[in-house]
């Protein structure tokens, strides 16, 4: 431990912290645009200055380790004055675009510009227009709006190791040559715009459109479905704790928004399991090609297809739980409801800006060209639209998904979280092949945040060898020993983000630096109380195999809940 006084009181922290770190355990404020905890440190917003001995010689708190006796003050005038003035610097590069910005009211520029009261008092300095990407349906770039804090090019370089925004010539981050970002080898991960603290890389938001649809619904139907991870999350955006359990209010809010029927994903999240797992099966008995990978995260899809093509008979042909709901929704359920497909409009709710990218997907129409999923809003978005609405998110009575394809089970909700999918899937795939559960349902070899995590199962006479891996920079690690033969495996699940889906691109830019480990317990609560928690005794599942799909792999499924890849 080291000893040291902060602003006049006795502290200590273990040797080697940073300035920043230690004012953070011991609350207090350090304004910061470029600093975040999960990426190495920038030094370029001069804006976390304090002084640490009595001189007034001001130190970055982001990059100075504490040392022994230091007298650390981050309140006197001379480093209020020094910040104010920095923040009017930056001011005065940025358009101020705030009342049609993505970011208004959730933008770390305007918070401290608005916390130190300062005025936009230099003259405007003029930079060259750099003409906005509005190329994908994931993210849209202003980088005139950038306040050059490389948070995105680190967090698409450290966290993804995707390297497609460097810092460019002019100090703006730029894709490769230029080129408008959809055009690139960007997986639509969304981590730029996560980790963007104004409004220079955003989701490509649809809160206007779908705000509109509902004020004026034309005669559809607007059908909501909402992924695993949004519910352990959302309630960050209202106040309440990373990991708080909002299912019930989430749908109660759609309700209030003008939702019709809200369904959930994670039914067929069940559906896939089922799917996925006969797949599995199948392709161990019939010498297919191994190891099966998951095809539920459609960053990593993006991945596949372009940095990894020759492993595309390696994906599973399972359409994401997403892509599943959607098709049963408008070529199913609308039939059954007696509404016309195009009548219905399918609102997914994610916590994933890829999502939006695997919507457009051609392979995922219907016959008659219909897009199936018509809108995907973020958690960020849905938040937005809720308190666009006025909506008291937290004094919401619960609400119930509508049936049948609002049941579902533990082994579904925990998709979203990293090892999940292959927990879930182990839980059927082991009965169904033994004839009998396993010897545990929480299955914790697949648990955690290990980057590679690799376990055995005893399949009765087969080992079965399976890995999970989460986070891209991961991901390229295990590609490159599969690549190379270093690595056997049967079945592996991947997912883009740290943490998997409860770390999404799209998922609230939460202030605290445990908010992943709390929201991913949060969805093992949501395991462990439900009564069922194998996707195989799901009862709406088991109905709709009774009464339309007949069984797994059966044609009707390969037509509506399978898909292929572009290669
Ligand atoms: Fe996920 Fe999913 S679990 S990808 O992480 O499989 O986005 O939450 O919705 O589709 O169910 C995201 C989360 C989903 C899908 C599911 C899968
Ligand atoms: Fe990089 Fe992901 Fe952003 Fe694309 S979406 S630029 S891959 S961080």
Not at 12 to 20: D, H, P, S, V, Y
Not at 174 to 191: D, F, L, Q, R, V
Not at 331 to 343: F, L, Q
Not at 511 to 531: N, V
């Amino acid at each position: 431990f080291v000893k040291f006084t902060l602003n006049g009181k006795f502290a200590q922290a273990t040797k080697g912290t940073t300035i920043i770190e230690a004012c953070r355990t011991n609350d207090v404020f350090v304004p910061t645009l470029c600093y975040h905890p999960n990426l190495s440190v920038n030094e370029e917003c001069n804006l976390c200055l304090v002084e640490t001995d009595r001189t007034q010689r001001l130190s970055r708190a982001c990059s100075t380790i504490i040392q022994e006796g230091m007298e650390i003050v981050t309140n006197s005038e001379n480093v209020v004055n020094s910040v104010k003035h920095n923040l009017a610097m930056i001011l005065a590069e940025h358009p101020k675009e705030c009342t049609t910005c993505e970011s208004n009211n959730r933008c770390e520029l305007q918070d401290l510009v608005y916390r130190f009261g300062v005025m936009d008092k230099f003259p405007r300095k003029q930079r060259e227009y750099i003409p906005k990407d509005y190329s994908s349906p994931s993210l849209i770039r202003d980088m005139n709006k950038c306040i050059k804090c490389y948070r995105c090019v680190k967090a698409c370089s450290e966290l993804q190791g995707m390297d497609i925004l460097t810092i460019g010539p002019d100090g703006i981050p730029m894709t490769p040559k230029n080129k408008e970002i959809y055009t690139t080898k960007c997986i639509n991960c969304g981590a730029c715009s996560f980790y963007c603290p104004v409004g220079a890389i955003t989701e490509n938001s649809q809160v206007r459109e779908v705000s509109n649809l509902l004020k004026n619904k034309n005669g559809k139907t607007i059908v909501f479905q909402t992924a695993p991870a949004t519910r352990v999350a959302i309630s960050e955006e209202f106040g309440m704790e990373p990991g708080d359990i909002s299912t019930g209010k989430m749908v109660a809010a759609i309700r209030k928004l003008g939702g019709d029927v809200v369904f959930d994903t994670n039914f067929t999240a069940d559906l896939t399991i089922m799917e996925e797992g006969s797949e599995l099966l199948d392709r161990i008995k019939n010498g297919g090609t191994l190891p099966m990978f998951t095809s539920c995260c459609p960053g990593w899809i993006n991945l596949v297809e372009k940095d990894y093509p020759d492993f595309i008979p390696n994906l599973s042909s399972c359409r994401s739980p997403q892509g599943m709901m959607s098709s049963l929704i408008k070529n199913y359920w609308a039939e059954r409801m007696g509404i016309k497909p195009e009548d219905v409009v399918v609102v997914s709710i994610m916590p994933c800006t890829a999502k939006k990218d695997e919507a457009v997907r051609d392979q995922l129409k219907t016959e008659q060209g219909l897009q199936e999923t018509d809108y995907v809003l973020t958690t960020r978005e849905l938040a937005k639209l809720i308190k666009l609405n006025k909506v008291k998110f937290a004094s919401l009575k619960e609400s119930e998904y509508n049936n049948p394809l609002g049941e579902s089970t533990g082994a579904a909700v925990i998709f979203g979280n990293t090892g999940g999918v292959m927990e879930a899937a182990l839980r059927t795939a082991y009965e169904i092949a033994l004839e009998k559960p396993m010897p545990t349902l929480n299955y914790t070899p697949v648990r955690g945040f290990k980057g590679i995590k690799e376990a055995t199962v005893d399949f009765g006479g087969i080992d079965l060898k399976v890995a999970v891996i989460h986070q891209a920079s991961n991901i390229h690690e295990y590609m490159e020993k599969l690549k190379n033969g270093e690595v056997g495996h049967h079945f592996v699940e991947f997912m883009i983000c740290k943490g998997g889906c409860i770390g999404g691109g799209g998922e609230p830019k939460s202030k605290t630096s445990d908010y992943l480990e709390k929201r991913m317990k949060g969805i093992y609560k949501i395991d462990d109380d439900f009564k069922i928690r194998k996707s195989h005794e799901n009862e709406a599942v088991k109905q709709i195999y009774e009464q339309f799909f007949e069984h797994p792999l059966s044609h009707k499924s390969h037509h509506l809940l399978h898909t292929h890849y572009k290669d």
